[in-house]
């Protein structure tokens, strides 16, 4: 009897976690080149069948060329899942379209609401979004893969990235739910209205440029993980914003990288200055990065410093240049040379004298 009830159990659980499966009717992208989302053959349907529904997943897979492609969506789709997987060649950009925005809905529990597999590429959505549904979104983006959001991020629901890529939001976020960086980077130049909590092993790193340097959170930051702070330029680095809400740092760690084009040399050559790299509210900054890493990017630990200002709320990165080892040992050469002449100077005007 007791063997039969536990069959019946497992069986009941097997049934459970194939439902999702079954019922979940999944749309293809099966064009190679750009298109309408509306257009059900994009999707090897009929024309006016296309992934629009609460139980619905939508896959990109298309081999294609490896070329990009722009993916309008041309009205207000939901999905149970959108997935960018390993065959997808070429990126892929979903934008708004004609009237076009994208809702996804969490109402699979435990299930992510949208996946950025390994090998598929980096992706954007540049149309708005909204995260519905019962419990959080899940975004599932692989290591070595970024996926942008341009578009606006709103609903009552919250997100939590889960895998080890990067996500950049340079919208304007205002879905209600808390963010949670469980793994991988969050990145952007937009600004994001919910508290943000960064795990340990996870990063933040604010901006994708010198003219869009910073990322702004709007309720607090509690950073268990690492800030990356960027030289973008000579004279522009990453910023962190917090308009509102406490900052805690302890347990977190700070690095320094270079950005695209800038040198150590040129660097050093702009001369020592200062750059606040977390702008939090007045009083609202707790603790201290644990560590500190800038020989990563090439330069000397002494060369920078690292102050914290509470009432203020600012943490301010101060850099005095260090000659770069090659010119210290040309000036070093040039002395030596410099004194070996003075010395034979003074050394042969005695015998000249007595003479």
Known sequence: MRQTLTTVIAL??????????????????????AGSWTNGTNWGSTPTDYPNASGVRAVFSSTGNGSAKTVTLDTAVTLRRLMFTGDQTGSVTIAPGTGGSLTLDSSVTGQPTLDVLAGSGNHTIAANVSLTGPVVNKWDIIANQTLTVSGNISGAQGLNTIQGGTLLLNGTNTYAGATTISAGTLGGSGSI???????????????????ANSLTLGNGLTLNGQNVVTLFSNNSVSQLVVSSGQVALTGSSLELVLGPGVTLANFRAGGARSFTIIDAANGQLNGTFSTTNFTDAGFQASEWSVSYNNATG???????PVPEPS????????????????????AVRPRAMAA
């Open 12 to 33: 009941g659980v097997f049934v459970s976690l194939s439902q999702d499966r079954c019922n979940a009717q999944t749309y293809t992208w099966s064009a190679t080149t």
């Open 193 to 211: 209205a919910s508290a943000v909590t960064v795990a340990t092993g996870a990063t933040i790193s604010a901006g994708t440029s010198a003219a």
């Open 314 to 320: 600012n943490v301010t990165l101060g850099f005095a």
């Open 327 to 346: 010119l210290v040992l040309g000036l070093c050469a040039a002395a030596l040379v410099a004194g070996w002449a003075i010395r034979r100077r003074f």
